[in-house]
């Protein structure tokens, strides 16, 4: 659109021209002059009805009506005979359909008064002039060359065409009725003259005026007695008087003078602008004896559209890109900017949506929270990255606003945009110096430190674990120094690519300085999600480098801590936890990764803190010693218990060992707290003794005491201050772990200790690395078996298989077993099934002070199912087997329906335990009916559980619970005899 076209639509758009009203009438109230426009085009309509939306002729608004065929228009010509003017497109239907519409006016109506304008966007349709006279066609136009100017002048002169002629009708119709009326008639027209809201002057042949009614006086200042008989060039500026004489002596000739603007000086000395019509004053005998001046004040038409054409020319030449849309977001027009900017021309661009320039970097949010900020508000401010016709991105910064009219509907949205594509870039490179390493492009501190907080916060609202890796180059100082720093550099370089490659989109490396890295892992659902990535990360680093002059190879050490934590941390507080986790690596032979230990963190302070404690405890005899007894359960025995230490806090009340003996493990305290812990049960051994209680007892010897090179030494000094204590009154437990570094040392050691009569048990057998090589190598006399797979044997087949196989060993070593952590009375039962007899546990006894246990001694006895029960054959283990495997099935079923266990459990009936016992050996048909049913039941009720589960109702699965555990107990009754099942 042109810049005139802009100009006049922003007129017809924004600032309509007001209808003038006289003599306190209402512009609604005055007939209005009726323009038919007729095209089968709805652009044209909307483009005349911009361009003529507001126009008035004399003092009478114009009424558009619109047909969008010749049928149409012939319509509205009936119901509107006085229709002045229509505007009438030469092809439509058919290509002589404008032409048959006006020989149906011309002939058919026999309307001469009405003013027909042609347009046309075929310039080939154009009628012959000959076809123009015969039917009176007033005017024809191109649409091509149309312009809103141009629309507007040709419909006001078609108007006063049209007013002209009925105005000659109509004086000629008073010119006859003045022969009858010439009295009232010279009235009536004094009264038309002077109810008018156009000044309306008289001039006599003389140049001086004659007549001056209410309106001149109003709009000129000047009262009629001021200007009658003066010369009219009195209120014209002396600039304009020689134009104004020349165009009143034409009319004076007869000439016909067309409608034009003049100025005028008020009476104040203001100028206005006027829209001047001259007509002569004609005796009957067609004389002309004056001139008739019409003169409309448009000052303030004239200042609007001044303003508009200002606002047009701000429109065309603004260096901002303008877009003006409809209210559906369709363009509607664009200034030549926006061409500069976009590339678009107003041809690509008009009738498209302003997403031709989406560039798919913002995501739909931002749009969706654009819309309702202009809907709610009224405009909208922001950046956004679009798209040029070229499809280069940039970035534009956005001020979009809503247009009312004067009635505050909203009718344009105007958007304004700059390039700032330099601004952006530039202010990256600011952003990217203060944010990111120069040599590597990672996020530098301050960056990592903000992403951090930010992860952290993320992680709190998700529920999720965010790990931080601190990492140090293994090597790379050697580097630096043989090759040279620029060297370092490319090393440093390519193993940060290498880093950044192997992890996540959502991770962020960065680099803290020198070799140092720290990596931020977001989004882990638990602590073993972050293995994978610590892996690659090592591996990355590792790989050598391959430059002209050498091949580099360096390794890393890594630290990580996790957040959320018990405790509440800062970012810099889970960065220094990395670093101490990452030294802890180096110390353990770096290119490896250590985790740091909130907990071991908090027992290490507590060590400082603590362990000073610890000595006042031990000299202020605070520790005391509980006692665990051990006991034959196929016979009753008690064989001897196991002293465990407390400590008796003043503050905090009896502690266990977890609670402070981790704090002197690596301290010389551990071996003075271990030798009081053996010199106080050979004190208790000899008490009991005196008391008639004979009651051996075993003491945990940690790893630190019992390498210490003068153990032997000490031990036999303790036994020589006790000497009541025999051979076999004391032993030592030590755990599988202690022996690991020097096992043909502590072999020698205990090979000692058995010389003074002292015992050795290895304890939590099952939980090291080297079991086999302990058997044959330290010389043990009893193996305990740790609680953690007796605890689960009764619904864990995988333990049970581990306790027949500890239980194997001993039987080929010849070594006693004793298993730990019996709490039930049917651990003990599969226990002495199994073949083991000697035990300890809550289900026997818990820990007791030394003044209970002879109480306990005198009171205790042995399980009714324990007594005098023995191993099992080899049948009766399977069917054991069998009862645990199922046991583990029902489990299974539970804990996914609890949602502790992830994975469904099988539901096919031939192939869990039972079912693969049932096919075996033709089983199936030995059992009973009875049998069969319980398994089919427990199958079909587990499936109807799971059903419920799946289908959302894990409350109502739930609560059947106990009907499957039934069914579970009623099989395991029915479940026949070895030899039953066998025979």
């Known amino acids: 659109m042109s810049a005139s076209t802009a100009e006049q639509a922003f007129s017809s758009l924004f600032c309509p021209e007001p209808v003038q009203a006289g003599n306190g009438e209402a512009a609604e109230e005055k007939k209005p002059w009726k323009v038919l426009l007729v095209d089968d085009e709805a652009d044209i309509h909307a483009v005349l009805h911009l361009a003529l939306d507001g126009m008035a002729f004399e003092g009478h608004p114009v009424q558009l009506l619109d047909a969008n065929s010749s049928r149409e228009a012939r319509a509205l010509l009936e119901a509107h005979p006085d229709v002045a003017v229509v505007l009438l497109d030469v092809v439509m239907e058919s290509n002589d359909a404008g032409l048959s519409l006006v020989r149906h006016v011309r002939h058919e109506l026999r309307n001469r008064l009405v003013q027909i304008l042609l347009i046309t966007g075929q310039p080939g349709y154009a009628p012959p002039h000959d076809v123009v006279v015969d039917y009176e066609i007033n005017g024809f136009r191109l649409k091509s060359e149309l312009s809103t100017e141009k629309i507007f002048v040709s419909v006001y002169t078609a108007i006063r065409t049209h007013a002209a002629m009925r105005a000659v009708l109509e004086q000629q119709r008073l010119r006859d009725e003045a022969e009858r009326l010439a009295q009232h008639d010279r009235k009536l027209k004094a009264f038309i003259v002077e109810s008018t809201a156009d000044a309306v002057i008289s001039l006599s042949l003389d140049d001086r005026i004659s007549s001056w009614n209410h309106s001149a006086t109003r709009i000129l200042g000047y009262s009629a007695e001021e200007m009658l008989g003066h010369p009219l060039y009195r209120i014209i500026p002396a600039e304009r008087q020689a134009e104004s004489r020349s165009v009143v002596e034409s009319v004076f000739t007869g000439a016909a003078i067309s409608p034009f603007e003049l100025q005028f000086r008020r009476q104040d000395g203001r100028l206005i602008d006027a829209f001047v019509t001259l007509s002569p004053i004609r005796e009957l005998d067609d004389s002309i004896v004056g001139i008739s001046m019409i003169a409309r004040d448009i000052t303030e038409r004239k200042q609007i559209e001044a303003r508009l054409r200002l606002a047009a020319n701000v429109f065309a030449h603004a260096r901002e890109a303008i877009v003006i849309t409809d209210l559906n977001g369709i363009i509607v027009d664009v200034n030549d900017s926006f061409t500069r900017i976009t590339g678009y021309t107003p041809d690509e661009a008009l009738g498209q949506n302003p997403r031709i320039l989406k560039s798919g970097l913002q995501p739909p949010a931002i749009y969706s929270a654009l819309w309702r900020e202009l809907l709610d508000k009224g405009h909208w ?547 009973s009916g009875e049998f069969h049913r319980l398994h089919r039941q427990t199958h079909e009720l587990a499936a109807e559980l799971l059903a419920l589960h799946e289908s959302g109702l894990r409350n109502e699965a739930l609560a059947r619970i106990g009907e499957l555990h039934a069914l579970r107990d009623a099989l395991l009754d029915n479940l026949p005899a070895p030899a039953a099942a066998t025979r």
């Open 381 to 927: 401010h922001g950046e956004l990255w679009n798209r040029r016709k070229s499809g280069e991105i940039y970035a534009s910064a956005v001020d979009i606003s809503t247009v009312c009219d004067e009635l505050g509907r909203k009718t344009n949205y105007v958007a304004l945009s700059s390039d700032v594509t330099t601004t952006k870039r530039h202010e990256e490179q600011l952003e990217r110096m203060a944010h990111y390493d120069a040599l590597t492009g990672l996020p530098n501190r301050s960056l990592l430190a903000d992403r951090l907080k930010h992860s952290m916060a993320a992680m709190r609202r998700s529920g999720n674990l965010l790990g931080v890796v601190y990492l140090d180059l293994d090597g790379f100082k050697a580097v630096n120094d043989q090759h040279g720093h620029e060297m370092g550099d490319l090393l440093l370089l390519k193993v940060a690519t290498r880093m950044k490659s192997v992890l996540r989109d959502c991770d962020t490396l960065s680099r803290f300085g020198g070799d140092e890295f720290v990596a931020v892992f977001p989004e882990l659902a638990c602590v073993e999600d972050c293995l994978p990535l610590l892996k690659r990360l090592l591996g990355a680093v590792s790989l050598p480098v391959q430059t002209d002059i050498a091949t580099l190879q360096v390794s890393a050490s890594l630290g990580v801590t996790f957040y959320p934590q018990a405790d509440n941390v800062e970012a810099d507080q889970l960065i220094r936890q990395a670093d101490q986790a990452m030294y802890q690596a180096k110390l353990a032979g770096k290119n490896r990764y250590h985790a740091f230990d909130a907990e071991q963190d908090a027992t290490i302070r507590f060590h400082h803190e603590s362990q000073e404690r610890i000595r006042l405890a031990l000299s202020q005899r605070e520790f005391v010693l509980y006692y665990q007894p051990k006991v034959n359960m196929q016979t009753g025995a008690v064989i001897g218990a196991e002293a465990l230490i407390r400590w008796q806090h003043p503050e905090k009340g009896v502690l266990p060992p977890s609670a402070f003996l981790p704090v002197i493990e690596d301290h010389m305290l551990a071996i003075d707290i271990g030798e009081w812990v053996i010199d106080a049960a050979l004190t208790q051994i000899e008490n009991w003794r005196l008391e008639g209680l004979e009651l051996p007892v075993s003491v945990n010897v940690g790893a630190r005491q019992l390498q210490d090179v003068a153990f032997v030494e000490r031990l036999q000094t303790l036994i020589d201050r006790h000497p009541a204590i025999r051979g076999g009154d004391l032993s030592l437990e030590v755990l599988e772990t202690s022996a690991l570094e020097q096992i043909s040392r502590v072999s020698e050691t205990i090979q000692a200790c058995q010389n003074m009569g002292v015992a050795f048990a290895l304890d939590d057998f099952g939980t090291g690395y080297s079991s086999l090589t302990y058997l044959k190598h330290l010389p043990v006399s009893t193996l305990k078996v740790d609680q953690s797979f007796v605890r689960d044997m009764l619904n864990d087949p995988d333990d049970l298989a581990i306790l027949e196989g500890v239980l194997g060993l001993a039987r080929a070593f010849d070594k006693d077993v004793i298993a730990e952590g019996v709490e039930t009375e049917a651990h003990g039962s599969y226990l002495l099934q199994l073949g083991c007899k000697l035990a300890q546990g809550y289900g026997i006894a818990r820990p007791m002070p030394a003044g209970e246990m002879k109480g306990w001694r005198a009171s205790w006895r042995t399980c009714n199912a324990w007594a005098g029960s023995s191993a099992t054959a080899n049948g009766d283990l399977s069917r054991l087997h069998l009862e645990i495997k199922h046991r583990a099935w029902i489990a299974h079923v539970e804990k996914y329906l609890r949602g502790e266990h992830h994975i469904p459990p099988s539901q096919d009936h031939t192939r869990c335990a039972v079912g693969r016992w049932l096919l075996k050996d033709g089983l199936s048909a030995r059992v």
